[in-house]
């Protein structure tokens, strides 16, 4: 089993900041993808941003030249630096796995796992 534990959501005034955290821990073999993905009230859940084992990245137009992606490899730990944030942004951000690599009955599996989330507001 693999547990994704987010960190770092709060309360911040627009043009603010924050650092997303989310650590994976458990059966872990390999991780290739780590995504954020955010939820706003009465909306669809959308992709913000994801980056893979090496490093490549990929980003929501939304967040584009505001937000960075960022893992470490070692820590099996992925952030996400928010910055020049707007109240479109509030919503809940969750952590997205979805190819962890496991060893069970002697072969590694692939299994997909969510973080349960952390709130982000931007309110003045």
């Known amino acids: 089993q693999v547990q994704l534990v987010e960190s770092g959501g709060g309360l911040v005034q627009p043009g603010g900041s924050l650092r997303l955290s989310c650590a994976a821990s458990?059966?872990?073999?390999?991780?290739?993808?780590m995504a954020w993905y955010r939820q706003a009230p009465g909306k669809q859940r959308e992709l913000v941003a994801a980056?893979?084992?090496?490093?490549?990245?990929n980003y929501a137009d939304s967040v584009k030249g505001r937000f960075t992606i960022s893992r470490d490899n070692a820590k099996n730990t992925v952030y996400l630096q928010m910055n020049s944030l707007k109240p479109d942004d509030t919503a809940v951000y969750h952590c997205?796995?979805?190819?962890?690599?496991?060893?069970?009955?002697?072969?590694?599996?692939?299994?997909?796992?969510w973080g349960q989330g952390t709130q982000v507001t931007v309110s003045s």
């Open positions: 458990g059966n872990i073999f390999s991780i290739h993808i």
């Open positions: 980056i893979t084992s090496g490093g490549t990245t």
């Open positions: 997205h796995a979805p190819d962890v690599g496991s060893w069970y009955g002697g072969e590694i599996q692939q299994y997909d796992y």
